[in-house]
């Protein structure tokens, strides 16, 4: 049985595109018009969550059996939230000027529906490993949505990307300040929740 | 007695979530402490551009804030009773030439508060430099006023001298155009941020209150701020 077939290959992969967390599950879409106007920012904050989706997952997969059904999701948030003040610590002590950008996005990982929602519907019913990896999972498959956004949002917006002037900006480049404003990015996410969906649905022969 | 294994339960993992990140707390809160030091003084040491923070080691920075900025008077505005953290830069360490005074400045920005220095020459006549030492504006568009072009006009020195009467200190005006000599705003005036205007307006505001303040506190005193 290759990877791709096995219950954690499956999370890994399906997280990715077909059941991306952000355009087909519409989960973590606060912080995808947060966070996206300039992509160093994008990439802290998808670490960040990444970290945060898998230990948690494997964590409240570890658990399962010993937490009782009743207080469940109040263990997962205090699970979720210690694993998002370990990474605010860790920016902070490790990364001083970087915390000073980013500081106030990282609290907002604690209330990320995907964070919450694959502990809920994945990891309190499967073992730890396929845990870790529909974790992993779906935080790559909110990041790679967030990059595709904050890469048009600063190039269009800034005329940079990472803070990097583009090639010849002087030349082609005018100013859209929209798109560094919260209304880009609900642009920008229609337009890549539309090309997502539809391109899902065709391939699976679902498009009328 | 279900009921209580849930408390217990519910008591024993948060304790244990609890211990932990206390403890990660506890182990970090020197460096963090240091890092919000070190951040502070390399704020100093450009506001009265007293050298290059990317050039210059942690020890040096140190040094250079110890000998070079004094750090221990404090003013009073008479009108509002404020107490006003005083900065005196000098030259070199011998401190017997004093090249210009530093005080904070603080208000609402967008978001939330803003913090940071100004620096003003020993005549009290202009500005030298502008720190922004604490904002979360909009990243890109009001967090810019941390971004060399926002603070060189200060650099370079607006006007701070007694305005006419109902006249600000300070005016925020658009890139690329420069005040009339004779108006109120010549020499007075820095750029507004594009697609920020609220952040810029919230400079101009906390900034001519805090000059205001500044030299009510430093014309009250009996011989001068020095």
């Not at chain 2, 809160?29 to 009265?48: G, P």
């Not at chain 2, 210059?56 to 009073?76: N, P, R, Y």
Request: proline share 5%.
């Amino acid at each position: 049985m290759s990877f791709k077939d096995t219950l954690g290959g499956r999370a890994l992969i399906g997280n990715l595109w077909r059941d991306n967390p952000v355009f087909r599950q519409v989960l973590g879409i606060c912080s995808a018009l947060a966070v996206t106007n300039l992509l160093k920012n994008t990439l802290l904050m998808c670490g960040g969550l990444v970290f945060t989706a898998a230990l948690s997952n494997f964590t409240v997969s570890l658990l399962r059996k010993t937490i009782p059904k009743q207080v469940r999701m109040m263990v997962q948030v205090l699970i979720i939230a210690a694993y998002v003040i370990i990474v605010d610590i860790f920016i902070r002590a490790q990364f001083p000027e970087i915390h000073k950008t980013i500081g106030p996005y990282v609290g907002l990982i604690i209330t990320n529906c995907i964070i919450m929602g694959r502990a809920e519907a994945f990891a309190s019913k499967n073992p730890a490993w396929p845990s870790l990896l529909d974790g992993i999972g779906a935080g790559l498959g909110y990041s790679m949505v967030l990059i595709v956004i904050a890469v048009f949002r600063e190039a269009l917006g800034f005329g940079t990307l990472m803070g990097i002037p583009l090639p010849a900006r002087d030349i082609w480049w005018y100013q859209w300040t929209i798109m560094v404003m919260p209304p880009g990015a609900f642009f920008m996410l229609a337009l890549v929740a539309w090309f997502g969906n539809s391109y899902v649905l065709k391939k699976e022969g679902g498009a009328k | 007695m279900k009921r209580v294994k849930i408390v217990v339960f519910m008591v024993a993992i948060a304790a244990l979530y609890g211990a932990g990140v206390t403890g990660l707390h506890l182990s970090t809160i020197k460096t963090v402490e240091q890092n919000n030091r070190l951040i502070e003084q390399k704020a100093l040491v450009e506001l009265f551009g007293l050298g290059d923070v990317k050039m210059l080691s942690k020890e040096k920075i140190g040094q250079i804030v110890a000998t070079q900025i004094d750090q221990t008077e404090t003013l009073t505005d008479p009108q509002t009773g404020k107490t006003i953290p005083l900065l005196k830069a000098y030259d070199s360490a011998a401190r017997d030439h004093l090249t210009a005074y530093g005080f904070p400045f603080s208000g609402i920005g967008f978001w939330a508060e803003i913090k940071g220095y100004i620096a003003v020459d020993a005549s009290l006549q202009k500005t030298v430099g502008l720190k922004v030492i604490e904002q979360v504006e909009t990243p890109g568009l009001g967090a810019r006023i941390e971004e060399p072009f926002f603070v060189k006009p200060f650099a370079n020195g607006l006007d701070i001298s007694t305005p006419a009467p109902g006249k600000s200190y300070i005016y925020m005006g658009t890139a690329g155009s420069t005040p009339d000599p004779g108006t109120p705003q010549y020499g007075r005036t820095f750029d507004a941020i594009t697609g920020a205007t609220q952040t810029s307006l919230a400079m101009e505001r906390m900034l001519n209150a805090a000059v205001a303040e500044f030299r009510r506190a430093a014309d009250n005193r009996e011989a001068g701020v020095q």
